[in-house]
């Protein structure tokens, strides 16, 4: 467990997260501030994971309406996952993150959630 900070708040983040059911790596709580993430994937998944969900809560704090006002609105899931995976090559190819958060990220995402 792991706070990280995105606009004024602070985010849980838990991972390994075991899901009750299996059907997503990552989702956010926007109203509880709560990032919650499956272990088990290869960094890189869970960076971009990661990022997808951040871009989710700074869409909804800044009330930017970047991908329309309902986060479930047509497209909505592709546009950030497309940003989230440039985000991703970007940060990891110029080692842009600090290495105490992605050793921790590599640590954390190679446990098998339970
Ligand atoms: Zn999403």
């Given amino acids: 467990m792991k706070t990280i900070k995105i606009g004024a708040h602070n ?20 109203d509880k501030k709560v990032i919650v993430m499956e272990g088990g994937y290869p960094v890189a998944v869970t960076l971009s994971s990661l990022l997808h969900e951040i871009l989710h809560m700074i869409d909804y704090q800044g009330a930017l309406g970047l991908w329309g006002r309902d986060v ?3 497209g909505t899931e592709e546009k950030i996952d497309a940003l989230a995976e440039a985000l991703t090559q970007v940060l990891i190819d110029n080692k842009m993150i600090n290495p105490n958060f992605m050793a921790m990220l590599k640590r ?6 339970k």
């Fill in 11 to 30: 985010v849980t983040l838990k991972l390994p997260y075991s899901f009750p059911k299996q059907d997503a790596i990552a989702m956010v709580d926007l």
């Fill in 72 to 74: 479930d609105e047509a």
């Fill in 108 to 113: 954390e995402s190679a446990k098998k959630s």
